[in-house]
C-alpha cells in the first residue's frame, strides 16, 4: 500500500513571479493593439475544492530509512481533500481567445501509513502558486460558453513528514518549487455585461517535495467581473406586407349549335411578377460600433450572424446598408464615418459567405437624414446630455428587396 501526502502549498518567489508578470503585460500589449473594439480586462475569484493523488508507497521511501528487507507491509488513513481557491487577472482578446494571470492555493493533503516492521509515518504536503493560462471561450447560447484552458503553473510545495517505530524520517521539512502544466474545462454564463460566473475542473502537475511527482485537482465555481464591456441592443425589424394574389383565371363559352357544343378556355394569362417586397432592419450605431468607431464589435457580429441567417431561402434582388450619424463633427467628418461603418457591415455579411457582394451597396448618409427633432436636441457642442439624446442619429439601417 501507498503512504500519502496531499495537498501542497505554494510560495512564490519574487523573480518568478516578475518573469511570469511581464510575460502576461506582454501578451495583453500584444492583444490590445489588434483588437481595442471587441476586447476588454476582467477579475476574479473561485473557489471549491482540491483533490490530490500521491504515490505513498515512493513517498515513505524517500522520506525515510527503511529496514533491512524493507517494509512488507503498508495500510493508510488519508486524507486527500480540502478547500482551495483562486484570484486571477484576465484579457479577453476576442470572443475565443484569452489571456488570465493568477495565484491559486491547493490547500493540504494528510497521510498516516502503518508499515510492518512496526512505524507509522505521518506526512502534509501544502501547495499553492502562480499561473498563465492561454483560456478558448466557445459560444453555446447567447449567454452561456464552453470553455478550456491550457498554461503553465509555478508551484511551491512544502511538506511536513514524523515517523515513529521503524519509519526513521530523514528530512521532516522539505520544499519545492516546480514550474508545470496545467489544463482545464468548464462552464461560463454571462448573467449581464458585467458579472459571469464559471464552473470548472482544473488539473495541476506538482511536486510532493520530496523528488517525485503528484498531481492536484481543483473544482470550484468562480465569479468574474468584466469592465469596458458594453451590452448589445436587440435590432428593431420592420417587415412589409406580401404581395396580393394572381387574379383566377378568366373561362370563355360559345354559343349553342347544331354540332356539339364546344366549350372554349382562353388560355391562362401569365401569373403577373410578385410585387418586389422590402424590408427594412435598424440597429443603433452602439449595437455595432464603439462610439465615433466603425470597427464591428463582437456584439455587432452576433446580431448580423442573426440577420444573415433570416435571409437564408430568401430570393433578393439588392441589400442597400446605410449608414447614419449625429450631427457633432464636421459635415465632411461624419460623411466619411458613415460611409466607413456602411462598408464594414457590407464587408461583414460578405465574409460570412451568405450573401453575394455583387447585391449589396454601401451608402454613408452622413448627418443628413437625422431621426430625432432638432427642437428636441439643442446645441452642437459635444456634451454628454446632447450624445445621449441624439443616440437615435447614430445607426446603420440595411434594406433588403426582393421575393421570399
Same mark, same amino acid.
Given at each position: 500500500?501507498?503512504?500519502?501526502?496531499?495537498?501542497?502549498?505554494?510560495?512564490?518567489?519574487?523573480?518568478?513571479?516578475?518573469l511570469?508578470?511581464?510575460?502576461?503585460?506582454?501578451?495583453?500589449?500584444?492583444?490590445?493593439?489588434?483588437?481595442?473594439?471587441?476586447?476588454?480586462?476582467?477579475? /476574479?475569484?473561485?473557489?471549491?475544492?482540491?483533490r490530490?493523488?500521491?504515490?505513498?508507497?515512493?513517498?515513505?521511501?524517500?522520506?525515510?530509512?527503511p529496514?533491512?528487507?524493507?517494509?512488507?507491509?503498508?495500510?493508510?488513513?488519508?486524507?486527500?481533500?480540502?478547500?482551495?481557491?483562486?484570484?486571477?487577472?484576465?484579457y479577453?482578446?476576442?470572443?475565443?481567445v484569452?489571456?488570465?494571470l /493568477?495565484? &491559486?492555493?491547493?490547500?493540504k493533503?494528510?497521510?498516516?501509513?502503518?508499515?510492518?516492521?512496526? /512505524?507509522?509515518?505521518?506526512?502534509?504536503?501544502?501547495?499553492?502558486?502562480a499561473?498563465?493560462?492561454?483560456?478558448?471561450?466557445?459560444?453555446?447560447?447567447?449567454?452561456?460558453?464552453?470553455?478550456?484552458?491550457?498554461g503553465?503553473a509555478?508551484?511551491?510545495?512544502?511538506?511536513?513528514?514524523?515517523?515513529?517505530?521503524?519509519?526513521?524520517?530523514?528530512?521532516?521539512?522539505?520544499?519545492?518549487?516546480r514550474?508545470?502544466? *496545467?489544463?482545464?474545462?468548464?462552464?461560463?454564463?454571462?448573467?449581464?455585461?458585467?458579472?459571469?460566473?464559471?464552473?470548472?475542473?482544473?488539473?495541476?502537475?506538482?511536486?510532493?517535495?520530496?523528488?517525485?511527482?503528484?498531481?492536484?485537482?481543483?473544482?470550484?465555481?468562480s465569479?468574474?467581473?468584466?469592465?469596458?464591456?458594453?451590452?448589445?441592443?436587440?435590432?428593431?425589424?420592420?417587415?412589409?406586407?406580401?404581395?396580393?394574389?394572381?387574379?383566377?383565371?378568366?373561362?370563355?363559352?360559345?354559343?349553342?349549335?347544331?354540332?356539339?357544343?364546344?366549350?372554349?378556355?382562353?388560355?391562362?394569362?401569365?401569373?403577373?411578377p410578385?410585387?418586389?417586397?422590402?424590408?427594412?432592419?435598424?440597429?443603433?450605431?452602439?449595437?455595432?460600433?464603439? &462610439?465615433?468607431?466603425?470597427?464591428?464589435?463582437?456584439?455587432?457580429?452576433?446580431?448580423?450572424?442573426? &440577420?444573415?441567417?433570416?435571409?437564408?431561402?430568401?430570393?433578393?434582388?439588392?441589400?442597400?446598408?446605410?449608414?447614419?450619424?449625429?450631427?457633432?463633427?464636421?459635415?465632411?467628418?461624419?460623411q *466619411?464615418?458613415s460611409?466607413?461603418?456602411?462598408?464594414?457591415? *457590407?464587408?461583414?455579411l460578405?465574409?460570412a459567405?451568405?450573401?453575394?457582394?455583387? *447585391?449589396?451597396?454601401?451608402?454613408?448618409?452622413?448627418?443628413?437624414?437625422?431621426?430625432?427633432?432638432?427642437?428636441?436636441?439643442?446645441?452642437?457642442?459635444?456634451t454628454?446630455?446632447?450624445?445621449?439624446?441624439?443616440?437615435?442619429?447614430?445607426?446603420?439601417?440595411?434594406?433588403?428587396?426582393?421575393?421570399?
Amino acid at each position: 500500500m501507498n503512504p500519502t501526502c496531499r495537498r501542497q502549498t505554494l510560495t512564490l518567489s519574487p523573480r518568478p513571479l516578475h518573469l511570469l508578470a511581464l510575460a502576461a503585460l506582454a501578451t495583453l500589449s500584444a492583444g490590445n493593439a489588434m483588437a481595442q473594439d471587441s476586447s476588454y480586462y476582467y477579475f /476574479g475569484l473561485g473557489g471549491g475544492q482540491t483533490r490530490g493523488d500521491v504515490e505513498e508507497r515512493g513517498l515513505t521511501n524517500r522520506v525515510s530509512t527503511p529496514p533491512p528487507g524493507g517494509y512488507t507491509n503498508y495500510s493508510l488513513a488519508t486524507d486527500r481533500r480540502d478547500a482551495g481557491y483562486k484570484v486571477f487577472l484576465g484579457y479577453q482578446l476576442n470572443r475565443y481567445v484569452g489571456f488570465e494571470l /493568477g495565484y &491559486f492555493n491547493l490547500g493540504k493533503q494528510g497521510t498516516q501509513v502503518t508499515t510492518t516492521p512496526a /512505524g507509522t509515518m505521518t506526512a502534509e504536503l501544502r501547495a499553492q502558486g502562480a499561473n498563465l493560462d492561454v483560456v478558448g471561450t466557445l459560444p453555446l447560447t447567447t449567454n452561456l460558453s464552453a470553455l478550456g484552458r491550457v498554461g503553465t503553473a509555478y508551484t511551491r510545495t512544502r511538506a511536513q513528514f514524523s515517523g515513529t517505530g521503524a519509519v526513521v524520517v530523514t528530512n521532516p521539512n522539505p520544499s519545492d518549487r516546480r514550474a508545470d502544466m *496545467k489544463v482545464g474545462v468548464g462552464l461560463q454564463y454571462a448573467f449581464s455585461p458585467g458579472f459571469m460566473m464559471r464552473a470548472e475542473g482544473e488539473r495541476y502537475r506538482i511536486s510532493d517535495a520530496t523528488g517525485g511527482r503528484s498531481r492536484a485537482n481543483l473544482y470550484s465555481v468562480s465569479l468574474v467581473f468584466p469592465f469596458g464591456r458594453a451590452p448589445a441592443p436587440a435590432p428593431k425589424v420592420a417587415y412589409m406586407p406580401p404581395p396580393p394574389p394572381a387574379p383566377a383565371p378568366v373561362v370563355m363559352a360559345e354559343a349553342p349549335s347544331p354540332a356539339p357544343a364546344r366549350v372554349m378556355v382562353a388560355p391562362m394569362p401569365a401569373p403577373a411578377p410578385a410585387a418586389p417586397v422590402k424590408r427594412r432592419v435598424t440597429y443603433s450605431a452602439e449595437s455595432l460600433f464603439g &462610439f465615433d468607431k466603425a470597427t464591428i464589435r463582437p456584439e455587432g457580429m452576433t446580431a448580423l450572424d442573426g &440577420f444573415a441567417a433570416e435571409l437564408a431561402g430568401a430570393s433578393f434582388d439588392s441589400i442597400t446598408v446605410e449608414g447614419h450619424t449625429d450631427r457633432i463633427g464636421s459635415t465632411a467628418y461624419n460623411q *466619411k464615418l458613415s460611409m466607413e461603418r456602411a462598408e464594414a457591415v *457590407k464587408a461583414y455579411l460578405v465574409s460570412a459567405g451568405r450573401v453575394d457582394a455583387g *447585391k449589396v451597396n454601401a451608402v454613408g448618409m452622413g448627418e443628413g437624414t437625422p431621426a430625432t427633432n432638432a427642437a428636441d436636441c439643442k446645441g452642437n457642442t459635444k456634451t454628454a446630455a446632447l450624445v445621449t439624446c441624439l443616440q437615435p442619429d447614430r445607426r446603420v439601417e440595411i434594406e433588403v428587396t426582393g421575393t421570399r
